[in-house]
């Protein structure tokens, strides 16, 4: 199985993980990490690493999903990634975290043949999730109500 850590600002990453329960049931918890006003990037990034390294000591894979590029969460990460150098094929981070991506990793993550292709997965699924709802009802001719 793979982990999957989503790591925000404020309680975003929280709520993530309770909407993804709603939705398809507490199968597996998520990691979240939450940057909040006046914490420290240090601990953010101290947060963020030990729950990716937690997952490698079990010898797991982990998908770490971010909401902002150029965020705290991101650029945080991106000084964890660094620092992993020959574990690194076991890590994979995303930026611009969705509800539909986050629900694709979670609902495949003990089928993915390996990171890389979970995060493929949830990387065409956060794209696909992303549409003009006024053009689909028109090309459809539905009314919404």
Do not use: C, W
Not at 5 to 13: D, E, I, K, R
Not at 43 to 69: G, N, P, Y
């Amino acid at each position: 199985m793979i982990d999957i850590v989503v790591a925000t600002h404020g309680p975003l990453s929280k709520a993530f993980e309770e909407t993804v329960a709603l939705i398809v049931g507490d199968a597996t918890p998520i990691n979240y990490v939450g940057f909040f006003h006046g914490d420290d990037v240090e601990h953010l990034e101290q947060e963020i690493q030990s729950k990716i390294f937690t997952s490698l000591e079990q010898k797991r894979q982990v998908l770490v999903f971010i909401d902002l590029l150029g965020g705290s969460p991101s650029n945080r990460s991106a000084l964890i990634l660094n620092k992993l150098n020959e574990k690194t094929p076991h890590v994979e981070f995303i930026t611009g975290v969705n509800l539909p991506m986050l629900i694709e990793a979670v609902v495949n993550r003990q089928t993915a043949g390996s990171v890389q292709e979970l995060k493929e997965q949830a990387i065409t699924a956060g794209r696909a999730g992303i549409t003009d709802l006024k053009q689909i009802f028109n090309v459809i001719g539905g009314d919404p109500s």
